[in-house]
T-cell receptor, first 117, second 113 residues
Framework: DVKVTQSSRYLVKRTGEKVFLECVQDMDHENMFWYRQDPGLGLRLIYFSYDVKMKEKGDIPEGYSVSREKKERFSLILESASTNQTSMYLC????????????????FGQGTRLTVV | AQKITQTQPGMFVQEKEAVTLDCTYDTSDPSYGLFWYKQPSSGEMIFLIYQGSYDQQNATEGRYSLNFQKARKSANLVISASQLGDSAMYFCAMRESVNDMRFGAGTRLTVKP
């Protein structure tokens, strides 16, 4: 079974703190994703990575950065946390889209509920 | 621009009846995939069904089927014989060849006994 593990289930941080959300997958997937989930807005893509050290901005990258130094690990960084970054953060991984999208469904971690006070 | 649109924030269905959850998408990429996920109150994301843009037949997985209308750019999820355990958020998603994966806003389905 594919396993995607996020380092924390719940986090409470103060405004202005630097926050690291860690995600590890054990299936040698090339693609990894970070989303935030807010009621009524669904899952919005923050960043994704298609290979080690490679990253692409999603739809809402402002205020976030990412790091992928190893294939299995994808970190989301909030450089200076703000209250509007209070949300559920979901990490996912998948096989890469090579020759077609079959078998490229995303596998998700359990989510990290971040509260910035 | 929104690439995945789910126009039904909430839906109700009677137990044992069928229900259709709507999803429309926007892409100019000829090769893409459409996915549906279920998110129960526990929060986990459960993959349900996949449809490829070149697939000739509509996808089916048990009680789930996908009504794929390529010209209309719609990929509606049909759940037959609804069960109480089907109450959850349902998300439609699309992958294009640039390796991203984007989701809609979701539909909250409530199954009534």
């Amino acid at each position: 079974d594919v396993k995607v593990t996020q380092s924390s289930r719940y986090l409470v941080k103060r405004t202005g703190e630097k926050v690291f959300l860690e995600c590890v997958q054990d299936m040698d997937h090339e693609n990894m994703f970070w989303y935030r989930q807010d009621p009524g807005l669904g899952l919005r893509l923050i960043y994704f990575s298609y290979d080690v050290k490679m990253k692409e901005k999603g739809d809402i990258p402002e205020g976030y950065s990412v790091s992928r130094e190893k294939k299995e690990r994808f970190s989301l960084i909030l450089e200076s946390a703000s209250t509007n970054q209070t949300s559920m953060y979901l990490c996912a991984s998948s096989l890469e889209f090579v020759g077609g999208p079959m078998n490229t469904e995303a596998f998700f971690g359990q989510g990290t509920r971040l509260t910035v006070v | 621009a929104q690439k995945i649109t789910q126009t039904q924030p909430g839906m109700f269905v009677q137990e044992k009846e069928a229900v259709t959850l709507d999803c429309t998408y926007d892409t100019s990429d000829p090769s893409y995939g459409l996915f549906w996920y279920k998110q129960p109150s526990s929060g986990e994301m459960i993959f349900l069904i996949y449809q490829g843009s070149y697939d000739q037949q509509n996808a089916t997985e048990g009680r789930y089927s996908l009504n794929f209308q390529k010209a209309r750019k719609s990929a509606n999820l049909v759940i037959s014989a609804s069960q109480l355990g089907d109450s959850a958020m349902y998300f439609c998603a699309m992958r294009e060849s640039v390796n991203d994966m984007r989701f809609g806003a979701g539909t909250r389905l409530t199954v009534k006994p």
